[in-house]
């Protein structure tokens, strides 16, 4: 039977009918330092969160979190239940290190220029950190109401301090080059969100629609790749395929057809070859 480790913990589990089934607990990891849990145990729970039903990639990811955060655990063991919480352990510089790399398009989105301009929108998207800052932005794609935009890479230290549920804002705007640029729409998210959605619904900056006939939202934002990656991984890359640099990974790891780097990156259904350094390593649709 496929089974999930867990890194940070040093958990390793199967699928079980009202949960997860410890099978493993690594020497010297955060779970066998803790001592309260033991090979055949049943996890029930993990912080509040029922883990029946849940498969082994739902459970690496609530598993995984930042070094030093903790989770708690409901737990069964011979027709009794216990809590416990745990904190996660692991090498800071790796959690430091990570960058989220993200295909995306728009689906749908406003008009926002006149139909002299075109009657489309020339839509570009920005990252702000939760004060506000801006962390990144994309390239323009005129007079497109549904872009794709370029693969990018962002900096996840300076986009949520690596906090994977830290929620920041993400917006969608129209460039004018005559005139101030125009909020196509935006939307309060996190990096949890941006590995497990495959659509994100924009809202108008205000909640107040302006046009006579308004749609009844501003368009969607799709998320066609997300892969999140850390120091260690960046190092297996370049080895692997004889790359340069971040750069020419990046590059490589957009290409679908290579399917050694896709191999490398995205662990099968199930395979239990969840590496906790990249946090499930990818989710690609």
Sequence with gaps: MAAASTGRLGITAEQAEEGMKVTEIKE????????????????????????????????AAMMAGPVGSTVKLLCGRGGRTFELEITREGESHTSQGRKIFLSMRGIDLDAKDSVLLGGKSDPY????????????????????LN???????????????????????????????????????????NVESL???????????DKIRKHPKPPPFPGKLGISKAVLLGDD??????????????????????????????????????????DDVALLASISR
Excluded at 148 to 174: A, H, T, Y
Excluded at 195 to 200: A, C, F, I, T
């Design 28 to 59: 010297g990891s955060a779970a066998a330092k803790h001592g309260g849990i033991s090979v055949d145990d049943l996890i029930l729970m993990a912080d509040n969160h029922r883990l029946k039903g849940k498969d082994l990639q739902e459970f």
């Design 125 to 144: 998207l920005i990252f702000r950190s939760p004060t506000g800052e801006e962390v990144f932005r994309t390239e323009v794609i005129k007079n497109n």
């Design 233 to 274: 991984d960046y190092k297996n890359i370049i080895e692997k395929h004889g790359l340069e640099n971040e750069s020419a990974s990046f590059k490589t790891l957009s290409l679908e057809e290579r399917p050694e780097v896709k191999d490398l990156l995205i662990p099968p259904p199930l395979s239990g070859g969840f």
């Design 147 to 189: 872009p794709v935009w370029n693969p990018f890479e962002i900096d996840l230290g300076k986009l949520c301090g690596n906090n994977l549920q830290s929620m920041f804002r993400l917006e969608c705007w129209d460039k004018d080059f005559m005139t101030k640029d125009d909020m196509i729409g935006q939307i309060e998210v």
């Design 195 to 205: 590995l497990k959605e495959q659509e994100l619904q924009l809202r108008d900056k």
